[in-house]
């Protein structure tokens, strides 16, 4: 017979040994999944018993966590601006990061016109999906060249009721986008070829590489995106991109030869510059 109590302090020092941070929460969301039990329950009754077969789906559990798969991953879940998305080892782990290009985005644009937004590169379809609900009126094309993560993207659309207005279909790019856009959003994959190997494991052994992979030096699908958006922006429209860590200069740059001008740039909680908006600069 065991506790919550017991089955938490266990799963912690085998978690700090494997050196995970986070070994208190982890614990506890995991022990949260297979008892059912609420935060509450778990930290208001440490003595509840927990019965022999839970506890054993707990340390199957926590064995995962010790091999650095997140728990995201294992519980095929991900919150993300205050909902629930569903995730597969097909999609990247959305980042409470990616939080930061949704507020610049939404601080942006008119909330009373019915816009049309673009996404590239959706995989989960947190920003699209994100979009769909905050703004009622406009509908959103988001396009991956994946089609197991347009499947996810799909049921989250479907879960989120917004399947309607979101137009969840494959592209490489822009390829099969036609007419304007007064947003194209796009967190894409930036990281530089070379240093994917030097990621802590629960990105490079989880992420999938075409979601992380920006090419020698990370800036490959800027380039692609700052020279085909303009052709699908509306007149006032605008373009917003994650960026990576130390990016802003050169992405910038990669904008501004295209005609572009940023508008904002917005740092994420962790004090890195991780968004970027940008309209069509003025011409004399
Ligand atoms: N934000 C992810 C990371 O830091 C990378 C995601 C991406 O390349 N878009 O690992």
């Known amino acids: 017979m065991t506790t919550v109590k017991a089955l938490l302090a266990g799963a912690r020092q085998r978690l700090i040994s494997a050196d995970i941070d986070n070994s208190t929460l982890d ?74 290009l949704l507020e610049i985005c939404l601080d942006h644009l008119a909330k009373d016109r019915p816009l049309r937004i673009l996404d590239l590169g959706t995989g989960s379809g947190i920003l699209a999906l994100s979009l769909a ?45 036609t007419g304007t856009y007064d947003l194209i959003v796009s967190n894409p994959p930036y990281i530089e070829t070379t240093a994917i190997a030097g990621l802590e494991p629960d990105v490079k052994n989880f992420d999938p590489l075409l979601a992380l992979d920006g090419g020698v030096d990370g800036l490959s699908a800027y380039r692609v995106i700052a020279r085909e958006c303009s052709s699908y922006l509306s007149g006032e429209g605008k373009v917003a991109v994650e960026i990576g860590a130390g990016q802003q200069a050169d992405v910038i740059a990669v904008f501004e030869s295209h005609g572009f001008s940023c508008l904002e740039a917005r740092q994420d909680l962790g004090g890195h510059v991780r968004a970027l908006i940008f309209g069509v600069a003025f011409s004399d």
């Open 27 to 100: 614990a506890r969301l995991l022990l949260q999944e297979v008892t059912g039990l609420s935060h509450a329950e778990i930290v208001g009754s440490p003595e509840t018993v927990i019965a022999a077969e839970q506890a054993a789906n707990f340390e199957i559990l926590v064995k995962r966590r010790t091999s650095a798969e997140p728990v995201s991953r294992i519980l095929g879940k991900r919150e993300f601006y205050g909902r629930e998305f569903l995730v597969t080892p097909d999609v990247l782990d959305p980042r409470a990061d990616t939080e930061t």
């Open 133 to 177: 609900v905050e703004l009622r009126l406009a509908t959103i094309e988001a396009v991956d060249v994946s089609e197991a993560a347009l499947k996810v993207a799909r049921i989250n659309a479907d879960k989120l009721g917004v399947a309607e207005r979101c137009d969840v279909h494959l592209g490489n790019w822009f390829s099969g986008c």
